[in-house]
T-cell receptor, first 113, second 116 residues
C-alpha cells in the first residue's frame, strides 16, 4: 500500500504567486517522521525539513512554511511569493522507527517568470 | 566540504553491456544507498549497505549488483540482466542505518543512464 501520496504531479505558477504542495501519508505507527526534499534540475535531493509525529507546530523558514495536521494525515508545504529558483521537483517522505523510509512520487513545480 | 560524489553525470550503454556507476562519500557515514528514479514513480531502493563488506537488497535489486569494500565507496553495477536500465540513479548516505529514520539522507547529484 502506498504510504505517501503526492497527488499533484505537476504545478505551474507565475512568479510571486503562493503555491501549496500537498502531502498525505498513511501509517498506523504513533512515532514517525516526515520530510520534504527539493530536487532542482541539477539532480541532487536537498533536505528541507524534518518533523516528528509529536510536534504539530507549523514551521516557517523564510518564504517556506509547513502545515502538519495529524487529523488529516497531511504535511503540506507552502511557498510564498514564489521565485524562478523554486522550480524543482519536491518530494515528501515518511520514515518509521522500524527503519522504513517511503518517498512520495514527487511534485514538479515550475515557476514562470 | 563533505558530500557525495557520483560519476559520471551522464552515461550511455549499449544493450547487453554491464556498466558501473561510482559513488564516493567523505561524510564518514556508515550507511549508503542506491535509488532509482523514474518519471512519475518517485524513488525506489535498489540496494543498501549499513557497514563495510555487507549489503542488502532493496525493493528492485534484480539486474543490479553492488560492493562495499571501503566505507567511502559504494559502486553500483547495472548488469545486462536489468531489462529496463534507462533511468536516473541516485546514491545516498546516512549517518548509520539505525538512525536513518531520524535524520534522513544526504544525496549525490545522480547519474543519468541511457541504454542505446
Amino acid at each position: 500500500a502506498q504510504k505517501v501520496t503526492q497527488a499533484q504531479t505537476e504545478i505551474s505558477v507565475v512568479e510571486k504567486e503562493d503555491v501549496t504542495l500537498d502531502c498525505v501519508y498513511e501509517t498506523r505507527d504513533t512515532t514517525y517522521y516526515l520530510f520534504w526534499y527539493k530536487q532542482p534540475p541539477s539532480g541532487e535531493l536537498v533536505f528541507l525539513i524534518r518533523r516528528n509525529s509529536f510536534d504539530e507546530q507549523n514551521e516557517i523558514s523564510g518564504r517556506y512554511s509547513w502545515n502538519f495536521q495529524k487529523s488529516t494525515s497531511s504535511f503540506n508545504f507552502t511557498i510564498t511569493a514564489s521565485q524562478v529558483v523554486d522550480s524543482a521537483v519536491y518530494f515528501c517522505a515518511l520514515s518509521l522507527t522500524g527503519n522504513q523510509f517511503y518517498f512520495g512520487t514527487g511534485t514538479s513545480l515550475t515557476v514562470i517568470p | 566540504d563533505g558530500g557525495i560524489t557520483q560519476s559520471p553525470k551522464y552515461l550511455f550503454r549499449k544493450e547487453g553491456q554491464n556498466v558501473t556507476l561510482s559513488c564516493e562519500q567523505n561524510l564518514n557515514h556508515d550507511a549508503m544507498y542506491w535509488y532509482r528514479q523514474d518519471p512519475g514513480q518517485g524513488l525506489r531502493l535498489i540496494y543498501y549497505s549499513q557497514i563495510v563488506n555487507d549489503f542488502q537488497k532493496g525493493d528492485i535489486a534484480e539486474g543490479y549488483s553492488v560492493s562495499r569494500e571501503k566505507k567511502e565507496s559504494f559502486p553500483l553495477t547495472v548488469t545486462s540482466a536489468q531489462k529496463n536500465p534507462t533511468a536516473f540513479y541516485l546514491c545516498a548516505s546516512s549517518i548509520d542505518g539505525r538512525t536513518r529514520y531520524l535524520y534522513g539522507y544526504t544525496f549525490g547529484s545522480g547519474t543519468r543512464l541511457t541504454v542505446v
